[in-house]
């Protein structure tokens, strides 16, 4: 399905006005890590511009219920609209699913930045970084040794709760300079 | 809930394909509705705040995962209901949940055996599903199987901990065993959805057929927690048909009043 829809993107659209108008969806920021741009997530799954001129966007959520993917929705028609785009059209597709593989390296970077402990490679369903996930041997068990303070970059740190304040982030505690973190769940 | 598209390939299969195909999914989206409802009884009530914010996620993750099922549901039927006509517009009787999910909370410990028994069935579940001929399941189960292995993991961590704690916690471990096993065996239940489950081969998962690696991952859970398997003397039946506990009708008030008197609201 992403194979026709490129193909069809390229067929029908001026290239320049696409890599012009894909550049603006890129750089809206996301909403609750706001120094992200949706380039850096790896959540703007494709732009496409119809012979009418409507702009089609395909994003991806992160989760299936993270409440920022509306907001994102509505950020990106925003941003296309004020860049020139006459009518916009959002859409969310589920697969292939995302996965925290897809952020970028500059991603990551901006993350330990802000203060928050990026995301390490992504286990296979059914496996967790640490605790009691393989406890029946049948599949296999990633482990993962600690995450790093994003503050004082100390190792000794402590998953205080595998939920944070967002799907996507883990709660940790520094055991060096005992300040709180976000850690960003490998997934 | 806002207005959200989700993409889906056209689907203009036969008639009774596409009514079983809505009735599998509504028993899907149902169960993850509902206990999504229950879990957002324990915010502000969990033992800790940690726990508060844990259950909430979890909520949220099966809300999503309802409202993704709910929608394609409502496509799938083609009569122009969308997720909220269908969360908050039908009856008690029109519901397909389980009825392990409209259970009371009870204490931590009936809700933590609620958990694991359903997190270890819906992880089995979506990896079934990864494989199913369906695209927007099979893209659904992708995503779902990943939330829902932490939501395994985090009712394993607690079983675990109760069981093995003090001689306080363990008996009450147990006793939310004791008290949730009764409805376990629905969930495997195949004989209420029978026929759709003939019309729809290669789409959906055949419950019966997830029990063996459920038992295995549960069994070990409770062995290492030195709890007991409960030997439960009844069982809860009919949730794929429409019937259930007194639970649901109290529940559904609660999920449904606003939007039934204040219909088409928004934020």
Redesign the interface.
Known sequence: ?IATFAQSAVQTTDPTELTRLRAVAASVLDPEIPVLTLDDLGILRAVRIDDDGTVHV?LT?T?????A??VI?ADVQAALLAAGAERVEV????????TTDWISADGRRKLTEYGIDPPGQCSP????PA???G??G?RPVVLTLSARCPRCGSTRTRE??????T?CKA?WTCQSCLEPFDSF?A? | M?V????NPARTGDSVIRTALTSYLLGLGDDALILAQRLGEWVTRAPQI??D??LA??A??????A??LLTYAGEVEGEGRDEDDLAYLRDERDFRNVQLVEIENGDFGVTMARQLTFAAYQ?ELY?GLLTSDD??L???A??????V??H???A??WV?RLGTGTAESHRRMQAGLDATWPYVEELFDNRDVADLLAALPGIAVDPATLRP?WS??VG??LD?ATLVRPQPRWRSRGGRRGYHSENLGHLLPDLQNLHRSHPGATW
Not at chain 1, 91 to 98: E, G, K, M
Not at chain 2, 142 to 147: I, L, R, Y
């Open positions: 399905m395909r959520p989760y299936t219920g993270c409440p993917t509306a929705a859409r969310t597709v589920l697969s292939p699913a995302w369903p059914g496996s967790l605790g009691r996930a406890l029946s049948r205080v709760s595998r939920f944070g304040s799907p709660h769940k997934i | 806002s959200e598209s989700i993409e940690e726990e914010i844990a996620n979890i949220l993750d099966l809300l999503g995962q409202r993704t992880f990896t695209h927007t099979a893209g659904l992708a995503k779902a199987v990943k939330e292995t932490y395994r993991d985090h394993t961590q675990l690696a295995a991952y070990d859970v290492e």
